[in-house]
């Protein structure tokens, strides 16, 4: 119903995953794509009514199922990553450990490094207080869950984490001096490694809002799943969008 869109929604769908890969301004968007005011509108609307967590959720089932694992992840690895800010935004603040002003970053994925939930956060909101509201995201959309590992700074994770009927594994590093990869401990950190490769989660965090930065996150993560389950560079993108819409 109603007046017939304008422009492509794949066309649209490529101008923000060009976005979240490049990170260059809204002005400097390529020609071939459709209008900067367009775009964003559309990126706000899906955030809105819940398209890209309905997308994410399908993508993380389906890259789950071609790896041979069950929709519901039973264990998972949570960890925080704190960025500082560029210009004003909202919800900033000073993380003293590691001695950043900006946000805080909390995410959790599953086994393959495939993300969950995201939360995004003042600096100084501390990891803990982070890890439990993420943890109730995350239980929201995975009644499977079970395990959960993290790093030491989680120890006084578990009694809250049992009100989820969660369990909080610490993982802790065999060397202080060294570094050392630690089996799962490292999935996490190697999940954070892809997402600042995206250029608009680089070093800075460059949004206004909370919201738009976990979105954000989010349209990484689904680049991230489809490129896992259409490895070719051949495979048109763009075909799986229209399917999913």
Same mark, same amino acid.
């Given at each position: 119903?109603?007046?017939?869109?304008?422009?492509?929604?794949?066309?649209?769908?490529?101008?923000?995953?060009?976005?979240?890969?490049?990170?260059?301004?809204?002005?400097?968007?390529?020609?071939?794509?459709?209008?900067?005011?367009?775009?964003?509108?559309?990126?706000?609307?899906?955030?809105?009514?819940?398209?890209?967590?309905?997308?994410?959720?399908?993508?993380?089932?389906?890259?789950?199922?071609?790896?041979?694992?069950?929709?519901?992840?039973?264990?998972?690895?949570?960890?925080?990553?704190?960025?500082?800010?560029?210009?004003?935004?909202?919800?900033?603040?000073?993380?003293?450990?590691?001695? !950043?002003?900006?946000?805080? #970053?909390? @995410?959790?994925?599953? $086994? *393959?490094?495939? &993300?969950? /939930?995201?939360?995004?956060?003042?600096?100084?909101?501390?990891?803990?207080?982070?890890?439990?509201?993420?943890?109730?995201?995350?239980?929201?959309?995975?009644?499977?869950?079970?395990?959960?590992?993290?790093?030491?700074?989680?120890?006084?994770?578990?009694?809250?984490?049992?009100?989820?009927?969660?369990?909080?594994?610490?993982?802790?590093?065999?060397?202080?001096?060294?570094? !050392?990869?630690?089996?799962? #401990?490292? @999935?996490?950190?190697? $999940? *954070?490694?892809? &997402?600042? /490769?995206?250029?608009?989660?680089?070093?800075?965090?460059?949004?206004?809002?909370?919201?738009?930065?976990?979105?954000?996150?989010?349209?990484?993560?689904?680049?991230?799943?489809?490129?896992?389950?259409?490895?070719?560079?051949?495979?048109?993108?763009?075909?799986?969008?229209?399917?999913?819409?």
């Amino acid at each position: 119903m109603g007046r017939p869109h304008v422009h492509s929604r794949r066309l649209i769908v490529n101008a923000i995953l060009y976005q979240a890969r490049t990170g260059c301004q809204w002005r400097y968007l390529p020609s071939e794509f459709p209008p900067r005011s367009t775009v964003n509108d559309c990126f706000v609307a899906w955030r809105e009514d819940g398209t890209w967590d309905t997308v994410h959720q399908r993508l993380h089932n389906a890259a789950r199922a071609q790896s041979g694992h069950d929709p519901g992840p039973g264990a998972a690895v949570i960890d925080a990553q704190s960025v500082p800010n560029a210009g004003r935004a909202e919800e900033v603040g000073y993380d003293a450990g590691k001695k !950043i002003r900006g946000r805080k #970053r909390h @995410i959790i994925v599953d $086994s *393959l490094g495939l &993300l969950i /939930a995201v939360l995004v956060t003042s600096a100084y909101v501390s990891d803990i207080a982070g890890g439990h509201q993420l943890l109730r995201k995350a239980r929201l959309t995975n009644s499977m869950l079970g395990i959960v590992r993290a790093d030491s700074g989680y120890q006084g994770l578990a009694k809250r984490a049992e009100r989820l009927r969660l369990k909080i594994v610490i993982v802790k590093n065999p060397s202080r001096n060294t570094f !050392i990869p630690v089996k799962h #401990r490292w @999935i996490v950190e190697r $999940s *954070l490694a892809w &997402l600042s /490769a995206y250029r608009r989660l680089g070093k800075r965090d460059l949004e206004h809002t909370t919201i738009a930065a976990e979105t954000w996150i989010k349209v990484a993560s689904i680049a991230m799943m489809l490129a896992r389950l259409h490895p070719t560079p051949n495979s048109p993108q763009a075909i799986t969008w229209a399917r999913l819409w």
